[in-house]
């Protein structure tokens, strides 16, 4: 029996399996995600089996989870600066967090990682103490920046000002929720915010500016007068002295025509209408000062400029035709009414003109020249004649006798076996049925 125990216990000692796997437990900040006061923390995985690479994907969901804590942080702080600029919050903050967070990245450790047989985790952190120090020296450099540029902008009117406080918007902005600021008014001793001082500065300048339109209103007439061009000039209503560098956009509303014009040193600019080849009628042109042009996006998202609108009304009037016409046929003058009679229809539907008798009454001569020629002789009674037509339509000013066009109606060729005459009308008809005004399609 004494020898039986020792047996026994070799035999269940033997039977024990060997290399049994020990369960390990998982790092308890996979568990439950740190929280202290000296780190924002975060934890990233990644599938191993991905074939992504686990290490990368795992640190950058890692940074993803410190920017949300970031951008909470952020969004906090942003909720008056939204508020007087009438935006949403998260449009500056995604734009504000993605530089911070680059900016932060030397600052950030990774403190831990674990992997197991399917995942793998990474554990980083955001030291707040180093990211607040760097922030706040970033900080100073940017309102000594903005603070020169706006002191800059203060002394003077002109486009430059304009970009000076919008680059200093665009400086400040990665900081608006630290609230950057500067001594205003100058030498008070007193602080203001960067962007308050900048919404401030560009509302009263934009309060300044005065367009001055010549002329303000205007009569054209097709083919007469419709070569015409609008003075604009931007003028400070508190110094009454021109403002050079203004960007002003030329629209007509409905309609996509619009143009962009910069003022010289004098503050003058002009804007070249188009010939008003179009129907009688009337339309508006609206001069604004274009903001768009001169300040940068930061500055116009997040400080409301309303320009003031300068319209301009221009009329088109019918123009006064009188139609002189001479159609031959083989030298000889013939009537033929449908040639005319097309022509006037071009000029009456598509720029509303009126025809008269009395040229002292017209504005505008209209001559039509259209001839025949038979170009070689009848070879037999077999052949038929043939004859060629060509003309020409001219418009002239009247009053300056200038030809401001001239058409050419081409070339087409009739026939007949009865007649040269009659081959030759046969062209005409051609001609009048093929030809056509650029402006009448």
């Known amino acids: ?32 995600q740190p929280s202290d006061n000296n780190y924002w923390y975060g934890v990233g995985t990644a599938d191993i089996n991905t074939g992504d690479d686990p290490h990368l994907v795992a640190r950058q969901r890692a940074l993803s989870e410190i920017a949300e804590q970031l951008q909470v942080n952020i969004q906090s702080e942003l909720v008056d600066v939204v508020e007087a600029a009438n935006t949403e919050v998260n449009e500056f903050s995604r734009s504000i967090i993605k530089t911070r967070v680059n900016a932060s990245l030397d ?39 903005a603070g020169d540029l706006i002191r800059s902008a203060a002394q003077e009117l002109t486009g430059t000002t304009f970009s000076s406080l919008a680059l200093a918007v665009e400086t400040i902005s990665p900081y608006l929720d630290q609230s950057p600021s500067i001594e205003y008014p100058f030498g008070s001793g007193k602080s203001q915010t960067i962007y308050r001082v900048a919404a401030k500065m560009l509302r009263n300048f934009n309060d300044r500016i005065d367009l001055r339109l ?92 309303v320009p003031r609108m ?43 003109a009126v025809f008269v008798e009395n040229g002292s009454a017209a504005d505008l001569r209209l001559t039509l020249a259209v001839a025949t020629e038979q170009r070689r002789e009848r070879l037999s009674e077999k052949y038929p004649y043939f004859l060629f037509a060509t003309g020409s339509l ?26 040269a005459g009659r081959a030759g009308m046969a062209a005409i008809t051609k001609l009048e049925k093929n030809f056509a005004l650029p402006n009448c399609q």
């Open 394 to 419: 001219s418009l002239v000013n009247v009053a300056t006798g200038e030809e401001i066009m001239h058409v050419s109606l081409g070339e087409q060729k009739g026939a007949d076996f009865h007649s």
């Open 214 to 305: 010549e002329p303000a209103v205007i009569n054209i007439k097709p083919f007469v007068n419709d070569e015409q061009r609008i003075g604009v000039k931007a003028l400070d209503k508190k110094t009454g002295s021109a403002i050079g560098g203004i960007s002003v956009m030329m629209s007509v509303p409905d309609l996509p025509e619009n143009e962009l014009l910069i003022t010289d040193k004098n503050g003058q600019t002009y804007c070249q209408l188009q010939q008003a080849r179009s129907r009688a009628g009337s339309y508006t042109i609206i001069f604004s000062v274009d903001y768009s042009s001169m300040l940068k996006s930061e500055a116009l998202s997040l400080i409301k400029l």
């Open 1 to 32: 029996m004494r020898l039986l125990f020792p047996t026994l216990f070799l035999l269940i000692v033997s039977c024990i399996p060997r290399n049994v796997p020990k369960t390990v437990a998982l790092p308890e900040w996979i568990t439950r």
């Open 107 to 145: 600052f950030v450790d990774y403190a831990d990682s674990y992997r197991s047989s399917q995942m793998y985790y990474v554990l980083a952190r955001l030291n707040k103490k180093r990211y607040f120090e760097n922030l706040a020296r970033e900080k100073r450099q940017a309102e000594e920046i």
């Open 310 to 352: 300068y319209p301009v009304k221009v009329t088109i009037l019918p123009p006064r035709i009188v139609l002189t016409e001479a159609i031959t046929n083989l030298g000889k003058q013939v009537a033929y009414d449908p040639f005319p009679g097309t022509i006037k229809g071009c000029f009456e539907q598509g720029f509303s």
